[in-house]
Every structure is written in structure tokens, then in C-alpha cells.
């Protein structure tokens, strides 16, 4: 079954934040911003690189709803707008401060 590409970089996406906020996240020692926007900078990279190697130079659009983009805008857009809701309930529940303080 082949899916739709915007399906196939939301399920990367959805997975690489399961992996995150189910494994990751809960394993670190200190719960941290600092110590989470690391490990985030590390899972969106590998979010682009899976992404760049599917589509990279496919010319493929990926519909906004309003407007197409390209994989690399969908990728980081997409799983930014998946990661907020989750990102605010893990910092609340581990009492994790949003200014950065540790």
C-alpha cells in the first residue's frame, strides 16, 4: 500500500515523537528545556534527513491545506504543530520551567 506523502512525513513524524516523549524524554535523568530542546534539535534533523532521503529532489508538493510547500517546510512545520501540545503536558506534568532556567 503506498500512502500519500504528506501521510508518510506526519507517520515519521508521529513516530519520531512516540519514540521521544514515550522513551527519550522520561529517561533523562534531569528533566530540563535546555536538556529537551537538545535532544529535539537532534530528532527534527533526523526528521529531515528520512524525510530528504524519500523526497529530495522528487519536485513532489506537500499540500498546506491553503498552499504547497516543499518536504523540508511540511517536515519542520508538521511536526512542530505535533510536538506543542505535547512538548506544554510533559513540561507540566515533570514540572519542567518554560524559562529556561535550570
Do not use: C
Not at 529532489?57 to 511540511?74: D, K, Q, R, T, Y
Not at 517536515?75 to 510536538?83: D, G, P, Q, R, Y
Amino acid at each position: 500500500m503506498q500512502f500519500a506523502p504528506e501521510i508518510q512525513i506526519l507517520i515519521l513524524n508521529g513516530v519520531i515523537l512516540a519514540v521521544a516523549y514515550l522513551g527519550i524524554y522520561p529517561g533523562l535523568q534531569h528533566k530540563t528545556l535546555n536538556r529537551m530542546l537538545a535532544v529535539d534539535l537532534a530528532l527534527s534533523a533526523l526528521a529531515l534527513t528520512v524525510a530528504g532521503a524519500l523526497f529530495w529532489g522528487s519536485g513532489v508538493p506537500f499540500n498546506m491545506i491553503l498552499f504547497e510547500v516543499n518536504w523540508a517546510v511540511f517536515t519542520i512545520v508538521t511536526i512542530m504543530l505535533m510536538e506543542v501540545p505535547l512538548f506544554l503536558w510533559f513540561a507540566k506534568k515533570h514540572g519542567i520551567s518554560l524559562s529556561g532556567d535550570d
